[in-house]
């Protein structure tokens, strides 16, 4: 595994090595990183971007920590006094076979991980090269930001009712099919609007989203959504579509004039004392934030995320989040399977009651409030996803648990 450190360190170009030095919010960009984003696929950003669905196992690894060098990014800016997480001795999880933490990490390709219970990091183990300043890119876990920054700009009413027809706040959609679904809708991806999210499939909407030039400043995704039309009852039938969490992000950026990063900076990061700084992907053509994914963090500061969500489900005033975001958020409003799980407002719930936000290529966010329980995982899986992989997260918290008990 490669991290860019190392990377740079061993490139033929002679240069000073680069860092990122996250405390501080400063970033270079570098001859390294123009000749890595050379290397990449496609004449525009959009396209380089979104040929990350096939990257080899090599490139993932290398290029996930710095995605924020190779793309257009807006920073996250935090604060000197990040909050206080206690560090007890790390615990052992405990599988059912002969797995352990060391080959659950090898064989699935996995980072980072970190376990913390009661405001204690129970856990925190990382892969060579990764360390706790590793900025790693979040891909779906970003989905579930964009919802909390929806849930903020709801509680201070730059978004008065989550029933709102997008196009009284995206004004571009007037006219056409999306302007008519509602806040709503776009939260529980039950638009009704046909979208297919194959990530293997080099024709699905998912990889084609970013890949048409520029309409003017027009973001990407929006130009892409405009066109799209009604296969079903808007609110009635459920279909995960990246391209409308990306229509999320555009929401909260049109309903509060700011940036996905810094509203994030503003109403969470500084506040809730996050340790390093962070970097959002921003779309090529309009300069805005990309709601559904490419939000690098640190391992910790996604816990972190996981911890604030913990408290505000257990107030009964909530003080960031409104309170009916924070409750429908984290229920099953659209069952996903015959176990019962299903989806809230981007946010994964399943019939125990924990909650998550997981991304695609291994990422998490776990949260189980009946025991207090945060779980981070940053990784790079050998696929975007599958049965095998997923299975293998879920044994992993199994196991955690199961050490906690």
């Keep these: 595994m490669i991290h860019y450190k190392n990377f740079i360190l061993s490139t033929c170009l002679a240069m000073a090595s680069l860092t990122v030095a996250a405390q501080d919010c400063t970033t270079l960009t570098t001859e390294q990183a123009k000749a890595e984003i050379a290397n990449i696929p496609g004449e525009t950003m959009g396209q380089k971007l979104e040929s990350l669905l096939f990257w080899s196992q090599e490139e993932k690894e290398r290029r996930f920590p710095i995605m924020h060098e190779l793309y257009p990014s807006i920073l996250v800016s935090g604060t000197t006094k990040s909050s206080s997480l206690e560090k007890t001795e790390n615990i052992t999880p405990i599988w059912d076979d002969k797995t352990t933490l060391t080959s659950y990490m090898s064989d699935n390709h996995v980072q980072g991980v970190i376990v913390i219970q009661n405001n204690k990091i129970k856990l925190e183990a990382y892969s060579n090269g990764i360390d706790k300043e590793t900025l790693w890119t979040s891909f779906s876990v970003a989905k579930s930001v964009s919802s909390m920054l929806v849930g903020v700009a709801l509680k201070e009413g730059d978004i008065e009712s989550l029933d709102d027809p997008l196009k009284k706040y995206i004004t571009e959609l007037e006219g056409y099919d999306y302007g008519e679904v509602s806040v709503r809708q776009l939260l529980t991806m039950t638009s009704g609007i046909a979208w297919n999210e194959d990530y293997e499939d080099h024709n699905s909407d998912v990889a084609q989203m970013y890949l048409q030039p520029c309409d003017g400043n027009e973001s990407h995704i929006l130009t892409y959504m405009k066109q799209l039309e009604f296969s079903n009852k808007p609110g009635t039938t459920w279909n995960y579509s990246t391209g409308e969490t990306d229509l999320v992000g555009i929401l909260v950026q049109k309903a509060t004039g700011k ?59 909530n003080i960031i989040l409104a309170e009916e975001w924070v409750k429908d958020a984290t229920s099953v409003l659209y069952k996903t399977n015959e176990e019962g799980d299903g989806y809230g407002y981007l946010w994964w719930r399943s019939n125990s009651g924990s909650y998550a936000a997981v991304g695609i290529f291994g990422q998490m966010i776990y949260i189980d409030p009946s025991k207090d329980l945060v779980i981070a995982q940053i990784a790079a899986w050998p696929k975007a996803s599958s049965k095998e992989l997923v299975k293998g997260r879920k044994e992993f918290v199994n196991a955690v648990i199961k050490a906690l008990e």
């Excluded at 969470?268 to 090529?284: F, Q, S, T, V």
Aim: hydrophobic share 35%; proline share 2%.
């Design 259 to 317: 940036s996905l990063a810094e509203y994030l900076s503003e109403r969470i990061w500084k506040p809730w004392g996050m340790e390093h700084c962070a970097y959002w992907l921003a779309d090529e053509c309009s300069n805005e934030n990309i709601g559904g994914s490419g939000l690098s963090a640190s391992l910790s500061d996604f816990a972190r995320l996981g911890t604030l969500m913990l408290r505000e489900s257990k107030l009964n005033n």
